[in-house]
């Protein structure tokens, strides 16, 4: 009788774990096929109402990313929850306006949907956060800060919902909260973000890291020497990439992401190897879509 009871659960187990085998072996087929059905739904009338209405950028893509962008908001909007933050109520305008957005890094490189991207936090506008600072004499202190948007390692991103708007109406401004937020995910999904998101191959991390430093560092001292411009009573020398950039190497990844799909031309003139390691990251080169 026991040899037959340990024989029933040596069978039961082994079944079970089988079952799971088989099961998580079957689990990337699943969801790929779950997603291509989802892009292949045809897109919802509303929906292209919206963007030509909210994204104009949209209509400067080539026709075939803007197909591929339709596909993978589908499924973008179907995999990750949009919370409304401090009373906002989330509308299909709202989720249609910064899907589109937040699926423009992914249209070249096929890396997932934001795999750690648990959800979406969107509030009506700046929200506060408080953040440990040192003060004078080393005094730990929390200082509350008002933000346009957040990127957590923890799979949660925070957006203002007015700033997703402002981003999404102007194309060509070079500032896009939503697409520096997604950017910090790209890079944060190895678990923290140090401006160095995964890449193919050793090679290309070092010619990544050669050319970001370079600019990063450029940028520091042409923001050091607006300082000395200003100080002086000269006109400080305004450059094309924000200098929020210069904050530390995962802010400039960010920031250059922005300046990358909103300014290719200027980029790719001012800073052309540059502008060439994120075109190879990101798989596209927007310079032909103007």
Known sequence: MDNKTSLITLLIVLAFGLG???????APWLLARKRQKLRSQPFPVAWRRILRKRVPGVQRLPADLQLRLKGDMQVFLAEKPIIGC?????TDE????????????????????YPKLKQILLYPGAFVVERPHTGMAGVQMEQRRALAGESWVQGQVL??????????????DGHNVVVHEFAHQLDQVKGFANGAPPLATALA??????????????????????????AVGLEPKV???DPYA???????????SEVFFE?????????PALYQQLSRYYRLNPLSWT
């Open 239 to 241: 450059g094309l990439i």
């Open 263 to 271: 300014r290719p031309l200027e980029l790719a003139a001012q800073h």
């Open 20 to 26: 799971l085998a088989l099961w998580l072996a079957a």
């Open 86 to 90: 401090a009373g906002l109520k989330v």
């Open 205 to 230: 991390y070092r010619n990544w890291s050669k050319v970001m430093q370079s600019e990063f560092n450029a940028l520091r001292t042409r923001l050091a020497q607006a300082e000395r411009d200003a």
């Open 246 to 256: 210069a904050t530390d190497p995962a802010e400039f990844f960010a920031v250059c």
């Open 94 to 113: 709202m989720r249609v306006t910064l899907a589109a957005q937040a699926c423009l890094p992914l249209l070249g490189a096929r890396r997932g949907y």
């Open 159 to 172: 957006l203002s919902w007015q700033d997703v708007l402002n981003g999404a109406a102007d194309p060509s």
